[in-house]
Nanobody, 122 residues
Framework: QLQVVESGGGSVQPGGSLRLACTASGGYIFRINVMGWYRRAPGKERELVATITRSGSEIIYGDSVKGRFTISRDNTINTAYLQMTGLKPDDTAVYYC??????????????WGRGTQVTVSS
């Protein structure tokens, strides 16, 4: 069964860095179109962090992370990455990955991971 799994979360001090990974697996994958990262902090709504098209030619960042976070992907292993630098306490949240996957029979669905916790604290 197709699934998307995030990894790489953890605790870091302000100003530190973390790299998140998101891998799609578990079933037939014909193609993955847009992959993205979102986050939800306690008491807040889900927020766009970054999205990337299959070719990498179109990337969108949320305003709060521009210049600090970088999204990338490796289509050969169905994985997207989020390099986070200059982390701030406001970046504390559960980070979720999404993947727009075309699978068996050319069916298309958006899959979400269960999330990985990022905590920025001194």
């Amino acid at each position: 069964q197709l699934q998307v799994v995030e990894s790489g979360g953890g605790s870091v001090q302000p100003g530190g860095s973390l790299r998140l990974a998101c891998t799609a697996s578990g079933g037939y994958i014909f193609r993955i179109n847009v992959m993205g990262w979102y986050r939800r902090a306690p008491g807040k709504e889900r927020e766009l962090v970054a999205t990337i098209t299959r070719s990498g030619s179109e990337i969108i960042y949320g305003d709060s992370v521009k210049g600090r976070f970088t999204i990338s992907r490796d289509n050969t292993i169905n994985t997207a990455y989020l390099q986070m630098t200059g982390l701030k306490p406001d970046d504390t949240a559960v980070y979720y990955c999404s993947a727009d996957i075309i699978g068996t029979g050319y069916s298309r669905d958006t899959y979400w991971g269960r999330g990985t916790q990022v905590t920025v604290s001194s």
